[in-house]
């Protein structure tokens, strides 16, 4: 495939920006259009998300299945960018948001870029996978793709639509995850930009949130009606996945079933390895605990087969770690048996009874 048949020319990605201004970012005050964090999030929706999909998804998919003649379903879609990118060399697409302001604007993207193979549906969180049901009743759908979406759903939400995703697939079908936040990282570079955020309760996120660089997000929780459905809203934000969402999903032997664990060249053109992966790894493998090397990155991106052969030594094996040397891993493993003794003393466990009665009370009055 020659990707550079389908760049998108200044003329039409001016028309884009401003179809985008009409509807998915109409609502937005001149203060955060203005903003530098404003100034990006238009851009990447113009067209830089558009070229990521273009020159390293759809590539690093079509590694594992022939596009042609292929049916491609997208659970939340946005403005269309990825959709789009892939719509070039699929048959057609089945593309689904529950927000109407990226439909509107991934309709119009379609539009002028000439796109007719893309069949768009504004859902409700409510109805989404019902309506998917139906939609795509003795149509053989061959892909699903889920860019940057399940990170915004709630856990009830993520585990639902996993299901449904894994059992609506035929046997060769591929479930296809992408640029989604790992939760079991230090940064949250998704939606506070800042330390350990992802990893607070609700309510907390929600105090802490004034102090985000983050445009629009430092000051959501200022109104009184945000302050209701915590849970929900920081959901729809977007907290992280890890690999606990697809054990209790697919099942014990989720990694089984996992073609591409994000360390393949396509991706770590896109995303490099950081030192937060290396000290996640590093824990990890020295742990030896079973959790693939897929669910050991910053950002997550997999594909799942569901007939897959392959075994793990033909996935790619992620780079050196390059910290190894600064630690001294006999003193923390000395340092982890110490507090194991401390976890097993008579005194842990005496302290835990004195103090189970009060983890029963529910409220205190």
């Given amino acids: 495939m020659n990707l550079n048949d389908y760049l998108i020319d200044a003329e039409k990605q001016i028309l884009i920006k401003n179809a985008l201004l009409q509807t998915y970012f109409k609502e937005k005050n001149e203060d955060f259009l203005k903003s530098e964090y404003g100034k990006i999030d238009i851009e990447a929706n113009v067209n830089q998300r558009y070229l990521r999909s273009l020159n390293n998804i759809v590539p690093w998919v079509s590694n594992y299945i022939d596009l042609q003649e292929k049916i491609l379903l997208e659970i939340g879609c946005g403005t269309g960018s990825s959709t789009v990118a892939f719509s070039h060399f699929v048959k057609s697409i089945i593309a689904y948001d529950i927000d109407k302001k990226s439909i509107d604007a991934a309709k119009k993207r379609s539009k002028i870029l000439d796109i007719s193979n893309i069949k768009y549906h504004l859902v409700s969180p409510d109805n989404l996978l019902e309506s998917i049901a139906i939609n795509s009743k003795e149509k053989n759908i061959d892909i699903i793709l889920l860019f940057a979406v399940l990170e915004h759903m709630t856990v009830a939400e993520r585990h639902d639509t996993i299901n449904f995703c894994w059992n609506l697939l035929p046997d060769d079908g591929l479930l296809v995850i992408v640029e989604t936040p790992n939760i079991l990282q230090y940064f949250d570079s998704h939606t506070s930009v800042l330390p350990f955020f992802h990893m607070l309760p609700s309510d907390l996120c929600a105090r802490y ?15 009184d009606e945000n302050l209701i459905d915590l849970d929900v809203k920081m959901s729809r934000w977007g907290r992280g996945v890890s690999y606990h969402d697809f054990e209790l999903t697919i099942g014990e032997e989720y990694a089984k079933y996992i073609i591409a664990n994000g360390y393949e060249k396509e ?28 669910f050991k990155r910053s950002v997550l991106n997999l594909i799942f087969k569901k007939n897959s052969t392959l075994t793990p030594s033909t996935l790619p094996i992620p780079p050196p770690i390059s910290i190894c040397d600064s630690f001294d891993i006999d003193k923390l493993l000395a340092s982890e048996q110490e507090l194991g003794r401390v976890i097993n003393s008579k005194r842990w466990k005496l302290i835990n009874l004195l103090t189970s009665p009060y983890r029963k009370i529910k409220q205190i009055i």
Avoid: C, H, M, Q
């Fill in 209 to 223: 949130s004034v102090k985000s660089p983050r445009d629009g997000f430092n000051d959501y929780f200022l109104e």
């Fill in 267 to 294: 991706i770590l053109e896109w995303f490099g390895v950081t030192v937060e992966e290396d000290i996640l790894r590093f824990y990890i493998d020295n742990k030896k605990y079973k959790i693939n090397d897929a």
